[in-house]
């Protein structure tokens, strides 16, 4: 599968042949600049990317534990999701989010 993924200052990179379990393992695993400190446990917030709208309907909702976590993140928008709760599907092939800055490692 394919995803369309926007860092912190704006580049896009194209990710192809994706087949990582969720969408932080498959922005980690290509080496981009994603913190997620506790790996995928809902416990830091680090994960936490913008979904392009137009995806968003395609998303399962966040889980009420997602939904409290993203209420502590910086920057929350309507379309915050934490990509560590995100399990990539062929659903969402062409997916495209964008990392915000709070998750982006200095
Ligand atoms: S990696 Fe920590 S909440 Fe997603």
């Known amino acids: 599968m394919k995803l369309l993924i ?3 200052i704006g580049q896009v990179s194209e990710l192809d042949g994706v087949s990582a379990r969720t969408l932080m393992l498959a922005i980690r695993d290509a080496g981009l600049n994603l913190t997620a400190q506790c790996g995928g446990c809902l416990s830091c917030g680090t994960c936490h990317v913008y979904v392009n709208p137009t995806w968003w309907p395609k998303l399962i909702p966040p889980t009420e534990f997602e939904s409290g976590m993203l ?36």
């Open 6 to 8: 926007t860092n912190e």
């Open 71 to 106: 209420d502590v993140v910086d920057d929350r928008r309507e379309t915050s999701r934490l990509s560590c709760q995100i399990e990539l599907s062929k659903e969402l092939d062409g997916l495209e989010v964008t990392i915000a800055p709070g998750s982006a490692f200095s």
